[in-house]
Each structure stands twice: as structure tokens, then as C-alpha cells.
């Protein structure tokens, strides 16, 4: 390896290597875990580099930096969440300050911004970004933060992160994208213009649903600072031990996303050709309407998609309870697939018009394609799918 190679490394092995053997101590080659709640002093006045564990952890920096690495970011914060790592963008601001968000983000973003705005925090408007004069229109009320995300959750619509970034810069708006559903590995939203990135670190980064967790990445190093000092003055920051599982999740984020996106290319091509199925939602799909911007802003399609069963809500009970590998379960990015129904689950806190608006049916399953055998997986939603064609 050349020096320019050791210095600026690639993605993956970042991803799969960063930070290890760098154990002063004992020369471990797995990054020690450091549970410690506190520091002792070097004297008098004399801090070292941590003091308290809220407001800073070995363990959790090393998995910030790994994450702002893969990201290109100047730095990261980890949290206890992704709700927390998105409330530290939105508790900062002030009342009156304008946040627009998608009219079908993800059900838990919807409910904290409304629950901000209804306390009088700041202010919300959701709108359908991939609508041009619908987000000029909104523009117009100059926001302070635009928050992205691509593809949305259920519906994998997919939208020009590069355009609405421009375009809500020139306004004077912040941008933050929720990257949850693709990782850094597919998509990095700050190469597009975006200030920050947010994650549900419980998702695809840690990968084996067994962490709750998140992380915000910023472009500018003052808004790493002033986000650490937030995570710090609120006490949102992410348990050294979830940290650590998180980074070795970490290690194997680029196999694990290459081998899931094809698992999830084959489940929308069968699904596509199935009769009991009415409608398929995956970027990778010529038809699907992202097909475009997604090929050009993503380095694939991702291990997520949602259909629509022709038979409505009877066929979504019979297909639930006969198919097969899918596990019924919210949350997603795990090495095993996971079925939900975002009207019921997810979703469901939004309440029926807000999803009728967003256009998520009764009849929508939303899938979480994980590692198993491809030929197993298809095998195990046929059964569901004779099931509720019968
Ligand atoms: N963002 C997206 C897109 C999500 O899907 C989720 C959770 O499902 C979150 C944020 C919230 O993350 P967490 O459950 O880790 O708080």
C-alpha cells in the first residue's frame, strides 16, 4: 500500500477497519470498549481529553469518526437514537424558525415535529418535495432547515437530493437528509450539497437489530461543536456499549448492503410478476418513478421496497400469517427480513388522512431484505402469496 492509499483511505475500508490496532495499551486489535463514566483529573484544573462520559466517550467518538469518515462530514455526534440524533437538529431551533419536512417521512419524524411545533418550538410544514412549485411555494416561507428523505419510508419515492439542496440554499435554508435507508455506503447526501446527515444507527450501520442508536453527521466543523455541546447541555448522547456494537456492526456494512440489494432486486422482480400482488415499490425497478434519480445519486437501490396486495386488508391478514423468512417486526436494516404494515405499525401514529395524503394504503407490506437465501425468501412470500390469492 502507498502512502496516499494508507492516508485517504477507501469507503470500505474505513468501514471495515477503522480504528483498529490502535490500542496504546495492549496492542488489541479490536478497539477496546471504554464503559467508564467518568475521568480522572491530571491535577488541579488539569482536565485530560474527557472528563464526563455525557459529554464525551472514547468508544462513541471512535464509532463518530468512522461514521463522519464514510460520510465526508468534519464530524459526528452519536445518540441514543435516530429520533434523538433528528431532535438535536430540531430542539435547537427557535420558535419561529420554519423546518419543512416531507408530507411521507417516516412516522416517529412526523410526530416529534409536530409535537415541537404544537409546543411552539419552531414551526413545521410538510410537503411533497418531489413537487416543484409545491416546494418553491413552501420555500417562499423561508425555512430555516429542509429535511430530506430519500427514499422515503414506506413508499421508496425517490428525490433529486442535489436540486432540492440548491435550491433550499439559495432560500437560506439549512439541509439535513435522513440517510437511514441506504447507508453511506449507497448514498452520501453531503457530496450532493447537504449540511447534515442523520441516521437510525439501529438500522443498516449496526445491522443486526440489536442497538438502538443514532448519529448526526455535519459538514461544517462549528456545527459539530455546537451539535456536541447541544448533545451534551440535553444528555442525548449513545451508550458507550451500544457504540461499540454499533462499530463492529459497522465492519461488515459493505458485503452486507451488496448482498441485501440483490436478495431485494430478485423479491421486486418476483413480487412484480406476481397476480396477487397490485403494485411494487423499489427504486431499482425501471418502472418505479425514482428510477432515474436514484441510478444517478445512489451506488445502488438499496434493501428496502413495499407492494400493495390486490386483495386489500383480507389478503394483507392471510399473507401475514402464512408467509415464510419474513418476520412480522417494525424496523429494518438487520441480516434477517422483516415484514410491517404501515398502517398498523409504523405508520400508525400518523392517523388515516395524514396517510391518505402521504398515499399510504391499507393494502401496503413494506419489506426489510436481509442476508437469508435468495431462493428461500421467494419460497417463503410465495406461501404468503397463494395464501391470500386463494
Ligand atoms: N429515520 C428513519 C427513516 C427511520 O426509519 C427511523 C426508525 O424507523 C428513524 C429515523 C428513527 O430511528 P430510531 O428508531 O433509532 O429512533
Given amino acids: 500500500m502507498n502512502d496516499v492509499d494508507r492516508r485517504d483511505p ?17 496492542g488489541a486489535v479490536a478497539p477496546p470498549i471504554y464503559l467508564s463514566s467518568t475521568y480522572e483529573f491530571a491535577g ?14 472514547p468508544t462513541r467518538d471512535l464509532l463518530g469518526e468512522a461514521l463522519a469518515k464514510l460520510e465526508g462530514g468534519a464530524g459526528a455526534v452519536i445518540t441514543a437514537s435516530g429520533m434523538a440524533a433528528l431532535d438535536l ?10 423546518i419543512l419536512a ?3 417521512c417516516y412516522g416517529g419524524t412526523m410526530r416529534l415535529l409536530k409535537a415541537r411545533a404544537d409546543r411552539g418550538h419552531c414551526s413545521v410544514r410538510f410537503v411533497d418535495q418531489a413537487d416543484e412549485a409545491a416546494f418553491g411555494a413552501a420555500l417562499a416561507d423561508v425555512p430555516a432547515l429542509v429535511l430530506i428523505e430519500t427514499p422515503s419510508n414506506p413508499l421508496m419515492r425517490v428525490v433529486d437530493i442535489e436540486a432540492l439542496a440548491a435550491r433550499a440554499r439559495k432560500a437560506g435554508a439549512e439541509v439535513a437528509v435522513d440517510n437511514t435507508f441506504l447507508s453511506p455506503a449507497i448514498q452520501r447526501p453531503i457530496a450532493l450539497g447537504a449540511d447534515y446527515v442523520i441516521h437510525s444507527t439501529t438500522k443498516y450501520l449496526n445491522g443486526h437489530s440489536d442497538v438502538i442508536g443514532g448519529a448526526i453527521v455535519a459538514a461544517d466543523p462549528a456545527a459539530v461543536e455546537e451539535l456536541r455541546q447541544w448533545a451534551n447541555v440535553v444528555g442525548s448522547a449513545g451508550a458507550p456499549f451500544d457504540a461499540w456494537l454499533t462499530l ?9 448492503m451488496e448482498r441485501q440489494q440483490i436478495n431485494a432486486m430478485a423479491v421486486a422482480n418476483h413480487l412484480q410478476r406476481h397476480p396477487a400482488v397490485a403494485n411494487v415499490y423499489y427504486p431499482g425497478l425501471a418502472s418505479h418513478p425514482g428510477h432515474l434519480i436514484a441510478s444517478r445519486q445512489q451506488r445502488g437501490f438499496g434493501a428496502m421496497l413495499s407492494f400493495e396486495l390486490a386483495g386489500g386488508v383480507p389478503a394483507v391478514r392471510q399473507f401475514i ?7 412480522l417486526a417494525e424496523s429494518l436494516g438487520g441480516v434477517e427480513s422483516l ?14 388522512e395524514a396517510r391518505a395524503v402521504a398515499g399510504i394504503s ?16 421467494i419460497a417463503g412470500l410465495n406461501k404468503g402469496l397463494a395464501a391470500c390469492s386463494a
Wanted: hydrophobic share 35%.
Fill in 339 to 352: 415484514v410491517a404494515h404501515p398502517a398498523t405499525m409504523t405508520h400508525a401514529d400518523m392517523g388515516e
Fill in 248 to 256: 463492529r456492526g459497522l465492519r461488515s456494512l459493505f458485503p452486507r
Fill in 89 to 98: 437538529l430540531v430542539g435547537r431551533r427557535r420558535p419561529g424558525d420554519l
Fill in 102 to 104: 416531507p408530507h411521507d
Fill in 362 to 377: 391499507d393494502s401496503l407490506l413494506r419489506l426489510s431484505v436481509g442476508l437469508e437465501a435468495e431462493q428461500d425468501l
Fill in 10 to 26: 477507501r469507503p470500505q475500508t474505513i468501514s471495515a477497519a477503522y480504528g483498529v490496532a490502535t490500542d496504546a495499551g495492549f
Fill in 321 to 327: 400469517d402464512a408467509v415464510e423468512f419474513f418476520t
Fill in 44 to 57: 488541579y484544573d488539569q482536565p485530560r481529553r474527557y472528563d464526563y462520559g455525557r459529554g464525551g466517550n
